[in-house]
Structures are given as C-alpha cells and as structure tokens.
C-alpha cells in the first residue's frame, strides 16, 4: 500500500464558526494505480489532496485526528522541514489552472529550472549523474537545464531545448498544462497528485493530457490521485475511484465495478446524471437539493436530506464503511447485513 488515509477529520475555523470540512475520510492507493477521486464541487476532494502534502494553512484550517500513511510512515506527525524534504522527494502536484500557476514574467527555462534546482536541494537527490557536478553553482545549473530539457521532451513538447525561451503565454493551454506535468515530475515523484488537470482544456487537448498521464505511470511507475467531477475522464482513466461526498468517502471501488454496480444512493445519483448516447431529451435524472452547509451539517448520514431510501437510522447515526463486494465498500445503511 503507497497512500493509505485513516479516519482524517479536518476543520477551518470561520466567521460563521466551525466548519467540518473532512469527517472520517479513509483512503487507499496502491502503488502503480490512478485512483479518481469525484464529487460535487465543494464535497472535500482538493482538501483531502492537500491534507497529504500538508499545503493546508493552520490556521485557519486544523486536522483533529486521522492518520496519512505513506509506506506505512504517518505524514501528520513529520516536523515541518521533514516534510519539506518529503515532499520534494516523494510528492508532485498538477494544479487546475496552468495559466494562473506559471508566472508570465518569467521564461519556461527560469521557472523549470528553479523546480529542478529546489527539488534537488530539498530532497538531497545526489543520484545518476548529479554525482559527479563539480561543486560550482554554473555547473549545478548547467545540469539542471539539462534536466529540464529531459523533461520537456518527457511530457511530449516539440524541440523542448528552444521552447524553454518562450514564455507561458506563448505557450497553448494543452502545452501550458504539459509544463505543469514536468515541474511535478522534476523529484521523480512515487505519487502525483493532479488537482482537476483537464477544467481548463478543450475535449481534444484532455484526451491528450490524460493519455499523457497514463503513458508516464506505465513509464515512470507513478501512482496517481486525480481529482475530477467528469465520469467520462474516471472511465477512460482511471482503475479505481472514490467518490466523496460532504467530507466523506462514501464508496470506493474498481471503475468497472462502480460504475455496473454502484451501492450508495448518492454514486447511483451521479451516474443517472451522465447522458449517453441512448439518452433521450427530458430523461436526465438530476440530485435534489444542494450540498448541506458544513457549518452546521445534518445529523446521521450527510446525505439523507437528499436521498431517496433514507430512514430514521439514517437521520440518526453516522453509516459505518461496509465491505460490498471484492476491493468494494460504501457507507451506506441500505447494507447492513453485508460483512
């Protein structure tokens, strides 16, 4: 098991008082697997991402308890400049938005080479041909522009030793996006973390990013968590999928499996919303009702305002992880008897 998150339960303190963000979030990946991580915008997804690399402000955020296991090693309990050694060793992260994360004042090489250059550093990589540099910070340089050549060429940028000249606005989104990828995978990561990596593209260009992605877990043995709210991507991508929903993982299984047979009422939901090609005008099933405020959320199952089967168990007590099936569980109280 590479990630496996145990019972994580984070908080932010607002004007509005306490809002309980994550309550009870378990989590498995293995190593090797793209594991989707889907739901409603607002229902925990990036926050559960940050949690692992510890990215979250505290305050104003605040994890109460849980565990974040990497390898069998508890991530929470790290010091500060541990960490950031972790991370850049063994951690890489692809945010929404490559336009608003790449700095337009400066050239691809500056800030490619500056990610390899503190990747390096913080990681006390010293591995392959990093050697044998010379103790001199030309050389040092030299070797990692090097590298970033290596990189662009990874993630598919024609003539990357030019393209490294440019700057991000000469660059499309697709490609803006590919530079991303490389700046992740300037540690040689064992996980990468892909915060909704396609939002901003086109059809087209999301087909060639997710291809991307999966030829470099085949090449480079990466694991990957990819947080997305499209099924389409989850069923072309992924292995397996968790789907969240108010801060918790309410079922969790491989992609064919859930989406043949999924268990909870609220994944039943999502995918009664996806139109297919045998999808007639008006036939489209949505969700009632909104996400609950996390300020003050329901009591028992957070989505029994909204579900079809609730009972008064559910407005009750808080469903228990039940196993459903091969590598399949769900939070749900409509299975009690499975074991």
Same mark, same amino acid.
Request: aromatic share 4%.
């Given at each position: 098991?590479? #990630?496996d998150?145990?019972n994580?339960h984070?908080?932010?303190?607002?004007? @509005?008082?306490?809002?309980?963000?994550?309550?009870?979030?378990?989590?498995?990946?293995? !190593?090797? @697997?793209i594991?989707?991580?889907?739901?409603?915008?607002?229902?925990?997804?990036? +926050?559960?991402?940050?949690?692992i $690399? !510890?990215?979250?402000?505290?305050?104003?955020?605040?994890?109460?308890?849980?565990?974040?296991?990497?390898?069998?090693?508890?991530?929470?309990?790290?010091?500060?400049?541990?960490?950031?050694?972790?991370?850049?060793?063994? *951690?890489? +992260?692809?945010?929404?938005?490559?336009?608003? &994360?790449? &700095?337009?004042?400066?050239?691809? /090489?500056?800030?490619?080479?500056?990610?390899?250059?503190?990747?390096?550093?913080?990681?006390?990589?010293?591995?392959?041909?990093?050697?044998?540099?010379?103790?001199?910070a030309r050389?040092l340089?030299q070797?990692?522009?090097?590298?970033a050549v290596?990189?662009?060429?990874?993630?598919?940028? $024609?003539?990357?030793?030019?393209?490294?000249?440019?700057?991000?606005h000469?660059?499309?989104g697709? +490609?803006?996006?590919?530079?991303?990828?490389?700046?992740?995978?300037?540690?040689? $990561? @064992?996980?990468l973390i892909?915060?909704?990596?396609?939002?901003a %593209? @086109?059809?087209?260009?999301q087909?060639?990013?997710? !291809? *991307? +992605?999966?030829?470099?877990?085949?090449?480079?043995?990466?694991?990957? %968590?990819?947080?997305?709210?499209n099924l389409?991507v989850?069923?072309?991508?992924?292995?397996?999928?968790?789907?969240?929903?108010?801060?918790r993982?309410?079922?969790?299984a491989?992609? /064919?499996? *859930? =989406?043949? &047979?999924?268990?909870? $009422?609220?994944?039943?939901?999502?995918?009664q919303?996806?139109?297919?090609?045998?999808?007639?005008?008006?036939? #489209?099933?949505?969700i009632?009702?909104?996400?609950?405020? *996390?300020a003050?959320?329901p009591?028992?199952c957070? =989505?029994?305002?909204?579900?079809?089967?609730?009972?008064?168990?559910?407005?009750?007590?808080?469903?228990?992880?039940i196993?459903?099936?091969?590598?399949?569980?769900?939070?749900?109280?409509l299975y009690?008897?499975a074991?």
């Amino acid at each position: 098991m590479l #990630l496996d998150i145990r019972n994580l339960h984070l908080e932010f303190q607002t004007f @509005d008082g306490t809002s309980k963000i994550l309550v009870g979030v378990n989590l498995q990946l293995q !190593r090797g @697997d793209i594991l989707a991580l889907v739901g409603e915008t607002g229902c925990g997804k990036s +926050m559960t991402a940050l949690s692992i $690399p !510890r990215l979250i402000s505290m305050p104003p955020g605040k994890i109460t308890q849980g565990q974040v296991l990497f390898e069998g090693e508890d991530l929470l309990q790290k010091p500060r400049s541990e960490m950031r050694k972790f991370r850049a060793k063994h *951690l890489g +992260m692809i945010f929404q938005d490559p336009t608003t &994360n790449l &700095n337009p004042l400066f050239t691809i /090489r500056e800030q490619l080479v500056d990610a390899v250059l503190y990747q390096c550093h913080a990681a006390d990589k010293v591995s392959g041909r990093w050697k044998n540099f010379l103790p001199s910070a030309r050389q040092l340089r030299q070797d990692a522009h090097a590298r970033a050549v290596e990189l662009m060429q990874l993630v598919g940028i $024609p003539d990357g030793k030019r393209r490294l000249e440019d700057y991000p606005h000469q660059f499309s989104g697709g +490609m803006r996006q590919r530079v991303l990828i490389a700046m992740a995978l300037a540690g040689s $990561p @064992d996980l990468l973390i892909a915060d909704e990596p396609t939002t901003a %593209l @086109d059809v087209t260009i999301q087909a060639q990013i997710l !291809r *991307l +992605m999966a030829d470099l877990v085949k090449r480079l043995g990466l694991s990957v %968590l990819l947080i997305t709210h499209n099924l389409g991507v989850v069923a072309k991508t992924c292995e397996k999928a968790a789907v969240m929903y108010a801060g918790r993982v309410v079922e969790q299984a491989p992609v /064919r499996e *859930l =989406f043949l &047979n999924p268990k909870h $009422p609220y994944t039943q939901g999502l995918l009664q919303a996806v139109p297919t090609k045998h999808t007639n005008r008006g036939e #489209l099933a949505g969700i009632p009702g909104s996400l609950p405020d *996390l300020a003050n959320p329901p009591s028992g199952c957070r =989505f029994h305002p909204r579900c079809p089967h609730a009972t008064e168990i559910c407005r009750q007590q808080v469903p228990p992880t039940i196993t459903v099936g091969p590598e399949h569980s769900t939070s749900c109280h409509l299975y009690p008897e499975a074991t």
